[in-house]
């Protein structure tokens, strides 16, 4: 268990408004990911970090930023929410050899 | 065409039955892994394998490489094995997730 929370747990929000997820680690990983999760699709990664100030998109990453600027936590951020972005969020994280991931409990987001 | 595929989408079974479901890719991987979902709840890694067989409790979990294919069993289930289990393939430092298998177990 990689001790990993993600706040807020549940958040309503209205179109147009800033919405920024937090996910913090504590067993110092180095990659952190983004996901969301969405009926009739699998986990879909959003953007991904591989250290500190060093991020990368992922395939669904239109509508989201993130930032990484301490190794224990990875932040996502929507900069005006939309109904399409409804979802529920994951965060992950990998030390880096085994390739494994070490899920957060989620995030759902609701955009009214 | 899905680089990764699951089935069955669903299964309901009775307790104590053996349950399989079925993973099949069709891309190159370096491993592959199996979570599990509870109901809205968090997601854990079962199995992550590169060949041949793992087993942990009352599950198992097989792969063929040169099949492209991955099994994973539960034997005696229960209904706390109730959940969403999820096959995700290693691809190039990134991993590709497929949709799930709903699975019910009536006690």
């Known amino acids: 268990d990689a001790g990993i929370t993600q706040s807020p747990r549940h958040k309503v929000t209205e179109t147009g408004t800033p919405v920024t997820l937090r996910c913090h680690q504590t067993?110092?990983?180095?990659?952190m990911y983004w996901y969301r999760q969405d009926p009739g699709h699998g986990l879909r990664l959003i953007h991904y970090s591989y250290g500190v100030k060093d991020t990368d998109k992922g395939e669904v990453s239109d509508g989201y930023s993130v930032s990484r600027s301490k190794t224990e936590d990875f932040l996502l951020t929507l900069e005006s929410a939309t109904s399409s972005q409804t979802s529920v969020y994951f965060c992950a994280t990998r030390l880096g050899i085994t390739g494994s991931r070490d899920f957060g409990p989620g995030t759902r987001l609701t955009v009214t | 065409k899905n680089e990764v595929e699951q089935s069955p989408q669903n299964l309901t079974a009775q307790e104590g039955e053996f349950i399989t479901i079925n993973c099949s890719y069709s891309v190159g991987i370096s491993a592959l892994h199996w979570l599990q979902q509870h109901p809205g709840g968090g997601i854990v890694s079962l199995f992550m394998?590169?060949?041949g067989k793992k087993k942990h409790g009352r599950l198992i979990a097989t792969i063929n490489i040169q099949e492209k294919h991955s099994s994973l069993h539960i034997t005696a289930s229960h209904p706390r094995d109730s959940a969403v289990y999820i096959c995700?393939?290693?691809?190039?430092?990134?991993?590709?997730f497929g949709k799930g298998t709903r699975l019910h177990i009536l006690p």
């Open positions: 995700a393939l290693n691809r190039d430092d990134k991993i590709i």
């Open positions: 394998l590169s060949s």
């Open positions: 067993e110092n990983h180095r990659y």
